[in-house]
């Protein structure tokens, strides 16, 4: 069964500096993985996703996430921190590929600080 | 614009009453997923849909129901409210591909309080 594991609950760093979200996923077939943004009171917006293409992802907001079978994680990451990017983050695998159903398994979700 | 819309955004109701949740989307996606969000849970799937007439269960599903009488709304019911079922409400949808590799967009959101 698929499953995804956010490794840090809470994330903090300074306006300017790098950010780094880990996220570690366990599927048996190749997977599809996003990154959603959800920003106080507001609804899941799309960061970026992977689905079997090239490795490295691009997104939104100059995020960008790095799928790496070998150790099966798509880290999410950031050169540069903003205020504006002090959210709720979450990986989400799908096992879609497997049994086409669409249906998303959520990681618990790491809150991002950024610190003036 | 094309858009997924939820009604009501807050609703407060009491214990035992039955609660309707409202989703509706306007992309035309086969696809409908109601989530649950809880603190330390992240999202759950309460029940889903791949089209007209066609409903089922997710890993949450228990004091649930849902209804795809059209493409554009699934309305989750509460069949008789309790206080574990306080939570915030999201409702997705997304296309039917033949990779299976689609992606779901996300309503803005129901907070329900049951007291």
């Known amino acids: 069964a698929q499953s995804v594991t956010q490794l840090d609950s809470h994330v903090s760093v300074s306006e300017g500096t790098p950010v780094l979200l880990r996220c570690n996923y366990s599927?048996?077939?190749?997977?599809?993985l996003f990154w959603y943004v959800q920003h106080p009171n507001k609804g899941l917006q799309l960061l970026l996703k992977y689905t079997s293409a090239a490795t490295l992802v691009k997104g939104i907001n100059g995020f960008e996430a790095e799928f790496k079978k070998s150790e099966t994680s798509f880290h999410l990451t950031k050169p540069s921190a903003h205020m504006s990017d002090a959210a709720e983050y979450f990986c989400?695998?799908?096992?879609?590929?497997?049994?086409?159903?669409?249906?998303?398994?959520f990681g618990q979700g790491t809150t991002l600080q950024v610190k003036p | 614009d094309a858009e997924i819309t939820q009604s009501p955004r807050h609703k407060i109701t009491e214990t035992g009453r039955q609660v309707t949740l409202a989703c509706h989307q306007t992309?035309?996606?086969?696809?409908m997923f109601w989530y649950r969000q809880d603190l330390g849970h992240g999202l759950r799937l309460i029940h889903y849909s791949y089209g007209v007439q066609d409903t089922n269960k997710g890993e949450v599903s228990d004091g649930y129901s849902v209804s795809r009488s059209n493409t554009e709304d699934l309305p989750l019911t509460l069949e008789s409210a309790a206080s574990s079922q306080t939570s915030v409400y999201f409702c997705a949808s997304s296309e039917s591909l033949a990779s299976g590799r689609e992606t779901q967009y996300f309503g803005p959101g129901t907070r329900l309080l049951v007291l």
């Open positions: 992309w035309n996606h086969n696809n």
């Open positions: 989400v695998v799908s096992d879609s590929y497997r049994s086409n159903t669409g249906k998303l398994i």
């Open positions: 599927s048996s077939y190749s997977p599809s």
